[in-house]
């Protein structure tokens, strides 16, 4: 930026030169032509009294030539005979311009002319000097001399050139601000594009939707008037919100996931950290407010690590909140969770091209274990009042079963997964009830607008119920739920990136271990072995890399994390066997010596390995063919404090409202994606540098303690209107 200006200011200055030495010439040509008309209007002023006193009396000759230098810029005169004798002058009429060399120099110069000028130098400083004949019937009498003072003339260039300098000054400064001001808003899009148009990458393909990027905008400016610059959001100041708001009440967390699950292995229990974007949101929410976590005990050591209760105080060593354990048979599991929740309501609301599955007894399972856990919360409660956060797809029916037997509880709803449009919801033989049971709820939330305006469009199809669209809500008798987008995000900072050597040191390490040189370039992606992010399409694109950019073959290694997930399930367990012979036929294609272009790891990974993955890769790539959110593309931009790396992000995913700065890519199209991935290994470290800054930034103010504040903050706003309304009602009643 201060090189532009420092540019603008030189430009100015050589435009304000060159304007300078112009204008001189110009007003000195004119100050000569003004001259030489001077001294004709002199002469010809003169003329009867020249003509009269010629050739009599030189005395009254002099007098007139007198009279001619009366004008103050006229210093002094002659009259030279046309033989060139002098036959008068005037006292200090210089000695240089004797009659006979000037009319010389007139005869040589402009021999048929009236008048001839010049100018010249004296001791005394530059004059202008004019030879005019005075014409007569028979022909020129002989000619006046005029000598003009020219150092009227230099003062008036100084002054010219001063003010010339000063307007010039005065208008680069203007124009200067005005270009730097110009510049502050315009700077970064400009060189992005300008060097995005210098190096010839296809980037501008790969911009997220301007839509998405003004609804951001908006977004960024509405938050940030509703928080009234109070800072950023922490564990303490969720804290704090929920003792100031709802004095402190403990939250009572639903999801089927657990935080902690304990394994049985040779070597003692082993406690995981489950792969789930649901747990990477919401433990670190529930570490800070602490409270109870009600969930499937689904670890093989999860009974014997429980107390008598079914419950474990966790995190290990730490041991802020509780988690509720809810154990479940077998056939519970397969119709509640693999069945009616992974193969009919995931398929149902991801357009992944996976037909959903309704089964009647997975139906009747679901009902019965959303019972068996709104039970289990309505135990875990301490008041007739509390807050409790449903989470998820698991659990559609329990907020009306809550609701049920705790009538004035808050019940804060989240559906992590996109709401699809009324058409395909009206496919499932059970949207009633799963409608109706999530109006069960004071808030219901979701990742966007797009997935609010779906669920409220369903409701209008599909239920008798009032829409309040001016305040987003469901108006069911006295009841109202308000409808809202939360985005959902990550801890900032990330704990796990403690247990993380530096980016430098870990770049070393990871490629020392894949046995890829240092310099290696390396992409990666992590994920749930799951049909809806697009694992297939991404390594089918990293093939498309190496047939259309033969400078990456040999060099650059894509590792692909994949965690095993409802393997019960046929479709994943499909999927697992495609993508492993995908991986073996790109690898049979492209390898040479040790070189294989996709290292494939199919396990669990904890969450530090997966950090150090991040903080290795040269690019990430999240290539979701539907998602909710995301928050793979989150923690890769958290993992790197060493602002670098490419986040190369799907258009499908809920993230890639938020990381404007990634390349946003169509996964389904693999010249675009493969294109993408190009752009992402040549992209100038400055600019990863600039994209990586400005996603950071957001994550860490958009975290999950702001998701989950904002939640809070409306609940108690809710929870304070119905008490005021209550009153009301008891009022009015006694
Ligand atoms: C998605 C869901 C979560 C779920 C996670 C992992 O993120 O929204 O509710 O926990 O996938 O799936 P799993 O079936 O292993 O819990």
Redesign the pocket.
């Known amino acids: 930026m201060r090189r532009f200006a420092g540019a603008l200011l030189v430009t100015l200055g050589l435009l304000a030169g060159l304007g300078y030495i112009t204008l001189s010439r110009i007003t000195r040509s004119w100050f000569q032509s003004d001259l030489a008309l001077r001294s004709q209007l002199a002469v010809a002023s003169a003329r009867e009294s020249l003509a009269s006193h010629w050739t009599s009396d030189p005395t009254l000759l002099n007098r007139t030539l007198a009279d001619i230098t009366r004008d103050e810029r006229i210093m002094a005169a002659a009259a030279c005979t046309m033989g060139g004798d002098l036959r008068a002058a005037t006292e200090s009429y210089p000695a240089e311009f004797s009659c006979r060399s000037v009319l010389e120099r007139m005869r040589g110069e402009a021999p048929a002319a009236q008048q001839w000028s010049m100018r010249a130098e004296l001791p005394s400083g530059p004059v202008h000097l004019s030879a005019t004949l005075v014409p007569a019937d028979g022909g020129p009498l002989g000619v006046i001399l005029l000598v003009h003072d020219l150092s009227y003339l230099e003062r008036r260039d100084v002054t010219t050139r001063r003010l010339l300098l000063a307007a010039f000054f005065v208008l680069s400064l203007g124009g200067g601000l005005i270009a730097l001001t110009a510049a502050r808003f315009a700077w970064r899009g400009w060189t992005i594009e300008l060097r995005r148009a210098l190096t010839g990458q296809p980037t501008p393909q790969f911009q997220p939707l301007l839509r998405d990027v003004r609804a951001l905008a908006e977004r960024l400016a509405h938050e940030q008037e509703r928080e009234g610059g109070a800072g950023i959001w922490s564990p303490a100041r969720l804290r704090a919100t929920l003792t100031q708001h709802l004095q402190g009440e403990r939250i009572v967390i639903l999801?089927?996931?657990e935080p902690y699950v304990h394994h049985k292995t040779p070597e003692g229990v082993r406690v995981l950290h489950?792969?789930?974007?649901?747990?990477t949101a919401l433990e670190p929410v529930m570490r800070a407010c602490s409270g109870v976590w009600v969930a499937h005990g689904s670890g093989s050591a999860d009974r014997e690590t429980a107390d008598s209760h079914d419950r474990i105080r966790v995190p290990p060593g730490e041991e802020s909140y509780l988690i509720r354990r809810v154990w479940l048979s077998e056939a519970e599991e397969n119709g509640y969770y693999y069945g009616l929740s992974?193969e009919g309501l995931w398929p149902l609301c991801h357009v992944a091209h996976m037909r959903p599955v309704f089964r009647a007894g997975d139906w009747e399972c679901y009902v019965a274990v959303n019972r068996k856990f709104a039970d289990a919360v309505c135990e875990e409660v301490d008041t007739d009042d509390p807050i409790v956060l449903v989470?998820?797809?698991?659990f559609a029916l329990a907020p009306r079963m809550i609701r049920a037997r705790l009538p004035r509880a808050t019940i804060i709803t989240f559906w992590?997964?996109p709401w699809p449009n009324a058409e395909r919801i009206g496919i499932c033989p059970w949207r009633d009830e799963l409608i109706s049971g999530l109006l069960g709820s004071s808030i219901l939330g979701f990742h966007t607008q797009q997935h609010c305006n779906n669920f409220i469009d369903s409701v209008d199809a599909f239920m008798e119920s009032r829409i309040d669209r001016e305040s987003n809500a469901v108006v069911q008798g006295p009841r109202r739920t308000l409808v809202r987008p939360y985005p959902i995000s990550i801890e900032w900072p990330v704990r796990w990136l403690q247990q993380v050597p530096d980016v430098a040191s870990t770049r070393l390490q990871v490629r020392a271990e894949l046995g890829l040189p240092p310099d290696a370039l390396l992409g990666v992606g992590v994920d749930?072995l799951d049909y809806t992010k697009g694992i297939e399409e991404r390594l089918s694109s990293v093939d498309e890399l190496l047939t259309r950019y033969p400078q990456y073959r040999g060099r650059f290694t894509f590792v692909q994390l994949a965690a095993p997930?409802?393997t019960k399930i046929d479709r994943y367990r499909e999927l697992n066997e495609r993508i492993e012979s995908l991986a073996a036929e790109i690898n049979a294609r492209w390898a040479s010596g040790s070189y294989r272009p996709v290292v494939l790891l199919r396990s669990h990974h904890e969450p530090p390995a997966v950090f150090r993955f991040y903080r290795a890769a040269d690019l990430c790539y999240v290539s979701s063919l539907h998602d909710?959110m995301n928050l793979v593309a989150k923690e890769f931009v958290a993992a790197r404090d060493d602002e670098r790396g490419v986040l190369v992000l799907s258009q499908f995913t809920g993230a890639a409202r938020d990381l404007t700065e990634a390349l946003i890519v169509n996964p389904y199209d693999l010249r675009q994606a493969s294109a993408a991935l190009a752009a992402a290994l040549a992209m100038p470290p400055a600019e990863q540098g600039e994209r990586m800054k400005s996603m950071r930034r957001l994550v860490s103010e958009f975290n999950v303690y702001r998701w989950a504040g904002r939640m809070l903050v409306d609940a108690a706003e809710l929870r304070r209107k119905e008490r005021m309304v209550g009153k009301f009602r008891s009022g009015w009643s006694s």
Request: charged share 20%; net charge positive.
């Open positions: 999801a089927n996931r489950p792969a789930s974007g649901l747990v992974n989470q998820d797809y698991h992590h997964i749930r997930s409802r909710g």
